[in-house]
Nanobody, 115 residues
């Protein structure tokens, strides 16, 4: 499975960004998809995830501001990020897991929230 992420960039506090991640290759069996993030000097953490049935999980720090969604073909996952804060600054990694619990990672996209 290959994951191609896009949509990062520089935004002012309070602004919005939308991340996209397209899965390709051996996507049969992929169920969970999501976004992790890693800020400088910190461990990688889950931001949001979505199952093949549409159930979502969010980190407490992003609840009410971020929305994860998935297309009908379940090959693309989106992360709509609103009301961005400087503490959201991180490299965001797309993640996918299949029914055999294999994990796949995208290349990461930088999100910087700064005035």
């Amino acid at each position: 499975v290959q994951l191609q992420a896009s949509g990062g960039g520089l935004v002012h506090p309070g602004g919005s960004l939308r991340l996209s991640c397209v899965a390709s290759g051996s996507i049969f069996g992929v169920n969970d998809m999501g976004w992790y993030r890693q800020a400088p000097g910190k461990q990688r953490e889950l931001a949001a995830s979505i199952t093949s049935r549409g159930s979502t999980t969010y980190a407490d720090s992003v609840k009410g501001r971020f929305t994860i969604s998935r297309d009908n073909a379940r090959t693309t996952v989106y992360l709509q990020m609103n009301s961005l804060k400087p503490e959201d600054t991180a490299v965001y990694y797309c993640h996918a897991k299949n029914i055999w619990y294999d994990n796949y990672w995208g290349q990461g996209t930088q999100v910087t929230v700064s005035s």
